[in-house]
Nanobody, 122 residues
């Protein structure tokens, strides 16, 4: 029904920047919250940043002030601008979207992208 495709990951030096993008496609009525999660080896998946349809944002403390999440509702995209990257930011980053698939069906489902690797290393 819905597919999320991420792009923008890669290798960057500490202090560098990357911008992740995610595009939602398929049959859907509306997208509620969108967000980025990450999972490092041996660590639990954690929410990095989330944004509601209205633009309210939430960040994990470790990225506050360094990362900025944004979305384009018309294009069904969400981006994560990552500045001042640290080695601790190294992880696979996953795009997430909470989607209402059909109009008048008041239920929603979470969809996930395939993940994009972000590596921060000298």
């Amino acid at each position: 029904q819905v597919q999320l495709v991420e792009s923008g990951g890669g290798l960057v030096q500490p202090g560098g920047s990357l911008r992740l993008s995610c595009a939602a496609s398929g049959t859907l009525f509306s997208i509620n919250a969108m967000g980025w999660y990450r999972q490092a080896p041996g660590k639990e998946r954690e929410l990095v940043a989330a944004i509601t349809r209205g633009g309210s944002t939430n960040y994990v403390d470790s990225v506050q002030g360094r990362f900025t999440i944004s979305r384009d509702n018309a294009k069904n995209t969400v981006s994560l601008q990552m500045n001042s990257l640290k080695p601790g930011d190294t992880a696979v980053y996953y795009c997430n979207a909470n989607v209402q698939v059909q109009p008048w069906v008041w239920s929603s489902s979470d969809y996930w992208g395939q993940g994009t690797q972000v590596t921060v290393s000298p």
